[in-house]
């Protein structure tokens, strides 16, 4: 089964909001990253957070990490058209090698 | 760098055929994964080498899936004999040691007729 389960699985906005998506896991982690994916790309890295961290900045972008309730969340602030993608969490387990594993997705939407 | 580099980017062969993907990382990356996405499964990893080496295989389906890493700049996901339930996108991705984040090559999309 899948490591992490993000919500919603899909979320339509308008250009200029903010937009917030949500993982949960189920073990222990040593790091989540958040990765975007286009429609018929490669996915492409984002933002990487380890599990001391509690919060990250990366231009519009902010993730926090709440080990004790096994959550984490991205919010991409002043949304643009081109921020329409599909948005995974990834996890790498505790004693889990160097296995990234991913979540479900969340498709986002952002409209003109 | 020019990024990791798949092919073929698309391939459509009829069931029982041998299907070969291949996978070019990025020069200086030790560590390589193959993924692949589906719409009903998501992204599953099937197998990832470290210094040309196979270290975890368990995500491979079965024994009709086999992969090698000959040599740091070459890699080759082989499906023999291919079924219609292989369709999916094969993923790439490769990345250096001592940091978490992936670079993925943009896929191979496999369908089996």
Known sequence: SQQGEEDPQALSIQEGENATMNCSYKTSINNLQWYRQNSGRG?????????????????????????????????????????????????????????LTFGTGTQLKVEL | DAGVIQSPRHEVTEMGQEVTLRCKPISG???????????????????????????????????????????????????QPSEPRDSAVYFCASRPTGTGELFFGEGSRLTVL
């Open chain 1, 43 to 99: 996915l492409v890295h984002l933002i990487l957070i380890r599990s001391n961290e509690r919060e990250k900045h990366s231009g519009r972008l902010r993730v926090t990490l709440d080990t004790s309730k096994k959550s984490s969340s991205l919010l991409i602030t002043a949304s643009r058209a081109a921020d329409t993608a599909s948005y995974f969490c990834a996890t790498g387990v505790t004693g889990g090698g160097n296995k």
């Open chain 2, 29 to 79: 990356h030790d560590y390589l994964f193959w993924y692949r996405q589906t719409m009903m499964r998501g992204l599953e990893l099937l197998i990832y080498f470290n210094n040309n080496v196979p270290i975890d295989d368990s995500g491979m389906p079965e024994d009709r899936f086999s992969a090698k890493m000959p040599n740091a700049s070459f890699s080759t996901l082989k499906i």
